[in-house]
């Protein structure tokens, strides 16, 4: 999704049916968005608690 949501809507506009369909679409799409933000803030989580673990003492 390297462009902007108002050309991403308009283009999903243009390839369905009606205002119901185009709706529905952008609804799951947005969805999918929020779920692809949560890996990606999980990944750097993990991330995060590996470079800990390499800086923390042994002892811990």
Same mark, same amino acid.
């Given at each position: =999704? +390297?462009?902007?949501? @108002?050309?991403i /809507?308009a283009?999903i506009d243009?390839?369905v *049916?009606?205002?119901? @369909?185009g709706?529905?679409?952008?609804? *799951? %799409?947005? +969805?999918?968005?929020w779920?692809? &933000?949560l $890996?990606? %803030?999980i990944q &750097?989580i993990?991330?995060?608690n =590996?470079a $800990? @673990? %390499? %800086?923390?003492? /042994?002892g811990?």
């Amino acid at each position: =999704m +390297e462009k902007p949501w @108002d050309e991403i /809507s308009a283009g999903i506009d243009g390839l369905v *049916r009606n205002e119901a @369909d185009g709706r529905e679409v952008k609804k *799951r %799409l947005a +969805e999918h968005t929020w779920c692809g &933000l949560l $890996v990606a %803030l999980i990944q &750097l989580i993990e991330r995060i608690n =590996m470079a $800990v @673990d %390499l %800086l923390t003492p /042994s002892g811990r």
